[in-house]
């Protein structure tokens, strides 16, 4: 079982904050008072004004799924946010069940599979925890595992923790929403837009689509 001391907490965002710096890809963050040459709603691109309306339509899903979870008692709050992260034996790389993730299998997949079938250019559409946590993936990305690590790898994604500094500055930030240029694990640099997913009130993680932009 794995917890996060709020003292590691803020050791790993000055991490991620210092390694993010010296990325090639680029960060914008939406502000209720921008600052100069910070990009607003007002001047995003068409192609990106679609990403963020599936982002935030997926967040609010998610949301839904979520306290309709705590309203029905079938998990509690504070299991919730207990950030309780238990290792699946023989996976590589590793991953993790939840309190709820089986939860997640069963009410998370079907917003984010309707999410990625908006646009072919998608690449996914993931809900995360603030740790970066993929309690249920796309399925595209949650094939039936084979031991075959290569094909495994590619094919099943889900329940891992994503420690890179863009998922957690994606999974952390505050703002309405936050477009980045990602690396992907392939080396394919595209484009995501993230938006706060707010349990009850409170910062749970963030709603997360990928994406190759438009010519």
Request: net charge positive; with cysteine; hydrophobic share 40%.
């Amino acid at each position: 079982m794995i917890r996060f001391p709020h003292k590691l907490l803020a050791l790993v965002l000055a991490t991620a904050a210092s390694l993010t710096a010296s990325l090639p890809a680029t960060t914008a963050f939406a502000q209720p008072a921008p600052r100069p040459g910070e990009p607003t709603f007002d001047n995003l691109t068409p192609q990106e004004r679609e990403m963020l309306a599936a982002a935030e339509q997926l967040a609010s899903e998610g949301v839904q799924a979520i306290e309709q979870w705590i309203t029905s008692q079938a998990i509690t709050e504070a299991k919730m946010f207990a950030r309780l992260y238990f290792p699946i034996a023989k996976t590589y790389p590793q991953k993790y069940s939840s309190p709820y993730d089986t939860l997640a299998d069963r009410d998370l997949v079907t917003p984010e599979d309707r999410a990625l079938s908006r646009s072919p250019l998608m690449q996914y559409a993931i809900i995360t925890d603030i740790n970066g946590y993929v309690p249920a993936h796309n399925s595209r990305f949650a094939q039936p595992l084979t031991g075959n690590a290569e094909k495994d790898y590619v094919s099943n994604r889900t329940k891992r923790l994503l420690g890179d500094p863009a998922s957690l500055v994606a999974a952390r930030s505050e703002a309405r929403y936050l477009i980045q240029r990602v690396r992907l694990e392939t080396g394919d640099l595209i484009s995501e837009v993230s938006v706060p997913v707010i349990v009850r009130g409170k910062h749970w993680g963030c709603a997360r689509i990928g994406y190759r932009r438009s010519e």
